[in-house]
């Protein structure tokens, strides 16, 4: 049960427009590329051509001759690596060492006085190279084929294997079965700002500030102090505005350690930020899975049990400090039951070295792969027994009286609206009658389909891509003004925490909005946290500023009653002013009291110290919380095109109390459309040889404006027994509306039998499997 607010709740929950807006707007944000520091230098990198090569040797004698260039580095003048990652047994070098492992690995870095004399200078190094067979196809891989990606280990870096008590029996002797496999192809989150890093040195104190977009400032901080040994207290690190991260922002890169080890080695600030080749070549991928399914179910469609393997091909090297292979194949292994009642569950899982650019978090991580199989296997059943897609789901959903309710893997659902999310999307959807206006377009030859995509989202988790920090930090001060000043731990990057937070913040204290700043991204003053990820910042960064604010509350209440003379259980505070409660005209200022407690110290009430200031820490009372949730989609298919648009798009969405329900659907917008992009657009392709060729925004396709459906978007409020009954909800959208397209254009295509198991699906893949097919449109 969500725990009371301090004072009624007047903005949480509010429609309040994001006060991070304006800047934004206006263009007066500063990103890491606004930032001017004098004296500053640029670094540019040599990349390897090749997907596997030995480095024979490294020749930069001309570009040492080229004016301006201050500084040419390899490995033996950065021994730096990124350490071994878990299970995974290989360190990542900053600068390749004796082989190159993936396209677009750094090999050489070039430090000049600009960028164009940097890469001017790049041109100039000769390398010399052995090309070698590269490894790209993980099955293949997972047999150590062609060859080992590095000689010390197997290719096979993750190997785990989980079955139910009975999962045999239950298997062999359920009156159905049905074999699939469901494959998604490489993404990235292809940010609007690139990666970038500027490093600059005190030379009086000796410290060393960092800019960086980072998603996790103050594990950056650590990473860069392990890594590079260096003391904690020696390093700043301070976000700018961050222009999208998405999960991939999340990591510690290679580029990082060179800038930052330049600039102590160079006396002088140092700077790289990525072109968007770059980018393509060195941000984490995602989503390269294979899942080789079987299901097992009786003749109404209920499921008994599944059987999976997951398979992740997580490139050349584990990112750092979260594989993405593992991730996305781990996590998805415990939900992908989803929100429905399945027994028994067998799940074996490989990761697997490749010659590719690692694998790490975006958006979703898990949940994009788990739902558009856990929907797929659904929609297949239906399709074997003839029965209507929702009632195969119907028949499945995990019910109210079962909660809370523990799935086949383990994991506790501690509360959830799936029936009932489920049901309304339907009605919101008026499916009965998209059923029936789709048996009417098929007679003049248009084919329509409808997709639907239950969800269940983890959230809250104590490790994620941004950590393992278990628990997030708020400090709140009130100024001598009377106005007041919070810190997190975050790490935000267009979430809107400078105003969520500072509506939970609002109702502690009883002052109004527009009193209160909110700030972060700075390890010199936010307090220590766990950044942001994983859906972690409403309910562990809310249940900060929550605890925070209740605790500074506890301490105006002491002042404003010993100055009233009242009790402190009879004190009420509203826009900044105590009262007596029912006794408005006797009241005191938020500055009053900050005069006492900053000026006139000797006025201050018995036990209370000199200051308003507090630092609270908040651990949730559960290691995870699930958000849920169902999309429907509607989708119109052209046969002879393939091109698919999205005729109508239903949300209903279950994330407990709502912070704030305008960026709540801001996100649900954002998150849709990248499953657009996830469906129909998105996927990095490597040739024969290992080489991306999708390196540009002409290759890779991002979904444009006309392409993303207007939504319509319900919510539904389950809380959770978290601080005000807050759950993350970042990730669900992307989650699941990848499954629910995928599914809509599915069903359109059922006339000529016609099901695609692999994400994206191209319009050249419609019309060629529609050319293929031997079944004709019925």
């Known amino acids: 049960m969500a725990e009371e607010f301090a004072s009624a709740p007047h903005f949480v929950g ?8 304006s800047r934004l707007l206006r263009g007066e944000a500063q990103y890491l590329d606004d930032i001017q520091i004098p004296n500053l230098l640029e670094m540019a990198f040599v990349r390897s051509p090749y997907a596997a090569a030995r480095i024979l040797s490294v020749d930069s004698s ?15 003048d950065m021994p730096f690596v990124l350490p071994q990652n878990g299970p995974s047994p290989i360190d990542q070098p900053v600068l390749a060492r004796e082989r190159v492992r993936h396209a677009g690995e750094a090999v050489v870095a070039v430090v000049a006085e600009s960028r164009y004399i940097a890469e001017d200078a790049c041109e100039a190094v000769h390398v010399a190279y052995t090309p070698e067979e590269p490894v790209l196809d993980m099955q293949a891989a997972q047999k150590d084929r062609p060859r080992r990606v590095h000689d010390a280990a197997p290719n096979v870096f993750y190997h785990q294997e989980y079955e139910t008590e009975g999962f ?19 993404q990235t989150a292809c940010s609007l700002e690139t990666r970038g890093i500027i490093a600059a040195a005190d030379p009086f104190s000796g410290r060393m500030t960092v800019y960086c977009g980072t ?8 990473d860069l102090a392990e890594m590079l040994q260096m003391e904690e207290h020696l390093l700043r690190v301070i976000v700018p505005e961050v222009g999208g991260a998405f999960g991939m922002k999340a990591a510690t890169y290679p580029e990082y350690l060179a800038v930052v080890q330049a600039a102590r080695l160079l006396r002088q600030p140092v700077k790289w930020t990525a072109d968007r080749v770059e980018s393509f070549l060195s941000d984490v991928h995602a989503r390269d899975d294979i899942h080789d399914l079987e299901v097992a179910f009786d003749q109404r469609g209920q499921i008994i049990a599944v059987k999976d393997h997951l398979m992740a091909d997580g490139g050349a090297y584990a990112s750092y400090p979260f594989s993405g292979a593992i991730g996305e194949t781990s996590l998805a292994a415990k939900v992908i ?9 067998s799940t074996v899982i490989d990761c697997t070295y490749s010659n590719k650019v690692p694998l790490g978090a975006y958006r979703g991580v898990w949940g994009p792969v788990a739902s558009f199989v856990q929907e797929g296997m659904v929609d297949r059943i239906a399709q074997f027994l003839h029965l209507d897609a929702a009632e195969v789901r119907r028949t499945n959903l995990v019910q109210p009286n079962q909660l809370p309710y523990r799935n086949a893997a383990g994991m506790l659902y501690d509360s959830g609206s799936f029936t009932e999310s489920f049901e309304h999307a339907l009605a919101q959807l008026d499916y009965t009658r998209w059923r029936a206006t789709q048996e009417q377009a098929r007679r003049v030859g248009k084919y329509l389909g409808i997709g639907l995509s239950n ?46 937070m500072a509506q939970v913040l609002a109702d502690q204290l009883g002052v109004d909005l527009e009193h209160i700043v909110v700030l972060h991204g700075d390890t010199d003053a936010a307090p220590l946290g766990g950044g942001t990820g994983g859906s972690r910042s409403g309910p562990l960064g809310g249940g900060a500023a929550m605890q925070a604010g209740r605790k500074m509350r506890e301490r105006l209440d002491v002042y404003a009653a010993h100055m009233l003379e009242a009790a402190v259980e009879d004190i009420a505070w509203e826009h900044g002013r105590a009262h007596v409660r029912g006794v408005y005209a006797r009241h005191v200022s938020l500055r009053d009291i900050a005069r006492i407690a900053y000026n006139d110290v000797r006025q201050i009430p018995s036990g209370l110290p000199i200051g308003l200031e507090v630092t609270e820490r908040y651990q949730p009372p559960r290691p995870v919380s699930f958000s849920n949730g169902t999309h429907a989609a509607v989708v119109e298919v052209n046969p002879s095109t393939g091109q698919v648009t999205v005729l109508d798009y239903v949300v209903v969405n279950d994330c407990g109390t709502l912070i704030n329900p305008l960026i709540v659907e801001g996100q649900i917008h954002g998150g849709v459309a990248q499953g657009v992009g996830a469906a129909l657009l998105e ?70 039998g016609v099901s695609f198991e692999r994400l994206p699906i191209a319009p050249r893949d419609i019309v060629t499997s529609l050319g293929r097919s031997s079944a004709a449109p019925v």
């Not at 029996?169 to 490489?186: E, I, N, S, V």
């Not at 490790?463 to 708020?474: K, L, Q, T």
Request: one cysteine or more.
């Open 14 to 21: 509010a429609r309040i427009p994001r006060t991070e807006d």
């Open 455 to 500: 969800f269940v989202e983890p959230t809250a988790m104590a490790s994620s891509e941004a950590g393992s920090i278990g628990y997030e930090s708020c400090s709140v001060r009130v100024e001598p003004s009377g106005t007041v000043t919070a810190w997190l731990g975050l790490g935000p990057s267009g979430q809107g925490h400078e105003t969520t």
């Open 168 to 186: 045999q029996a239950a298997f062999d002797t359920a009156p159905h079965r049905l074999t699939m496999t469901f494959q998604t192809t490489r």
């Open 683 to 752: 996927s990095l392709v490597y040739d024969d040889s290992g080489q991306l060729l999708t390196t540009t925004l002409m290759d890779y396709l991002l979904p444009s404006a006309p392409l993303v459906p207007r939504m319509r978007i319900e919510h539904l409020v389950t809380p959770s027994d978290g601080a005000l009954g807050v759950k993350g909800m970042g990730e669900g959208s992307l989650i699941a509306s990848p499954a629910a397209i995928a599914g809509a254009v599915n069903d359109a295509l059922s006339p000529w």
């Open 337 to 345: 039951t989803g929100p429905y009642d399945i027994a028994h569950l």
């Open 215 to 222: 998603q996790s400032p103050h594990r950056l901080r650590g």
């Open 62 to 76: 001309a570009a040492w001759n080229i004016p301006g260039v201050r500084a040419v580095f390899t490995f033996a």
